[in-house]
T-cell receptor, first 112, second 115 residues
Framework: GENVEQHPSTLSVQEGDSAVIKCTYSDSASNYFPWYKQELGKGPQLIIDIRSNVGEKKDQRIAVTLNKTAKHFSLHITETQPEDSAVYFCAASAGGYQKVTFGIGTKLQVIP | DARVTQTPRHKVTEMGQEVTMRCQPILGHNTVFWYRQTMMQGLELLAYFRNRAPLDDSGMPKDRFSAEMPDATLATLKIQPSEPRDSAVYFC?????????????FGQGTRLTVV
């Protein structure tokens, strides 16, 4: 089955700096890579996703990149703000009837 | 504002008791997931349904856990008998699968404590 590894497990950045979270996956059939943000006491919320026919996708201050050859994908947050503080999860899915497998999560702290 | 609704939000129960968690998926979604979240294991998929049929429940301890969808607006996860190691946050998520992949929308979760 799919195995998703995520690092770092914790990340502290100064407000205004960039944050990068990296994930690797094992199943070459995976073709859908969502990223979720989980705030304290809430469920994970989808913030951005990327599909295997795209190498990069941006949405305002967040961007995701995908390297299918290396089976790597990353989340980039620029100009970080205190409200970006949360746990971020990457995930991978081969689509169709396949499961979505999550990484272990990265706790991001943005220091004002 | 469409959202996945889970009840109860918190549940404290004694070991050996039956626990039932409920989920109302977003109207029109055809896929429902149950996840368990713990500090040690992160988010684990327990089971998922498509068009109310169970597609995969391999992540669920079969001897004590059961998941059902009595109708399209209700999914249930039962634990009987409950054990302290079942203490976790249980999330339901729903999505619309249209033949490619499923974007999952999560509920707020049920925090279960078994004492």
């Amino acid at each position: 089955g799919e195995n998703v590894e995520q690092h770092p497990s914790t990340l502290s950045v100064q407000e205004g700096d960039s944050a990068v979270i990296k994930c690797t996956y094992s199943d070459s059939a995976s073709n859908y890579f969502p990223w979720y943000k989980q705030e304290l006491g809430k469920g994970p919320q989808l913030i951005i996703d990327i599909r295997s026919n795209v190498g990069e996708k941006k949405d305002q201050r967040i961007a995701v990149t995908l390297n299918k050859t290396a089976k790597h994908f990353s989340l980039h947050i620029t100009e970080t703000q205190p409200e970006d503080s949360a746990v971020y999860f990457c995930a991978a899915s081969a689509g169709g009837y396949q499961k979505v497998t999550f990484g272990i999560g990265t706790k991001l702290q943005v220091i004002p | 504002d469409a959202r996945v609704t889970q009840t109860p939000r918190h549940k404290v129960t004694e070991m050996g008791q039956e626990v039932t968690m409920r989920c109302q998926p977003i109207l029109g979604h055809n896929t429902v997931f149950w996840y368990r979240q713990t500090m040690m294991q992160g988010l684990e998929l327990l089971a998922y349904f498509r068009n109310r049929a169970p597609l995969d429940d391999s992540g669920m301890p079969k001897d004590r856990f059961s998941a059902e969808m009595p109708d399209a607006t209700l999914a249930t996860l039962k634990i009987q008998p409950s054990e302290p190691r079942d203490s976790a946050v249980y999330f339901c998520a729903s999505g619309l699968w249209r033949g490619v992949d499923t974007e999952a929308f999560f509920g707020q979760g049920t925090r279960l404590t078994v004492v």
